[in-house]
Nanobody
């Protein structure tokens, strides 16, 4: 049974930082591209970041470029999202996901995703 479990969310002031983690089990981790998407109340799901199976290629939404960094540790079957210079508009539930290719991650065509972790940024 595949499981993706996010952690690290919370309440932070604008300008602060958080690091999200996503622990994966039940899948051949290194075979998958990984990513993060977010969804705020009343808004559509939004792509945030993606990383290739090797970690050599990363992609970001324009809204987070330069502030967020996605990474992965294949030995620990865990991916991360370092979020710096947080803004109130970053407030959302953040979900990690896995797909066969980075293109699938960017296109929202995931094979697996987690239950989400809440990130709230106060002004």
């Amino acid at each position: 049974q595949v499981q993706l479990v996010e952690s690290g969310g919370g309440l932070v002031q604008a300008g602060g930082s958080l690091r999200l983690s996503c622990a994966a089990s039940g899948l051949t981790f290194r075979n998958y591209a990984l990513g993060w998407f977010r969804q705020a109340p009343g808004k559509e799901r939004e792509f945030v970041a993606a990383i290739s199976w090797s970690g050599g290629d990363t992609y970001y939404a324009d809204s987070v470029k330069g502030r967020f960094t996605i990474s992965r540790d294949n030995a620990k079957t865990t991916e991360y999202l370092q979020m710096n210079s947080l803004k109130p508009e970053d407030t959302a539930v953040y979900y990690c996901n896995a797909a066969p290719t980075v293109q699938a991650v960017r296109g929202g065509q995931y094979d697996y995703w987690g239950q989400g972790t809440q990130v709230t940024v106060s002004s």
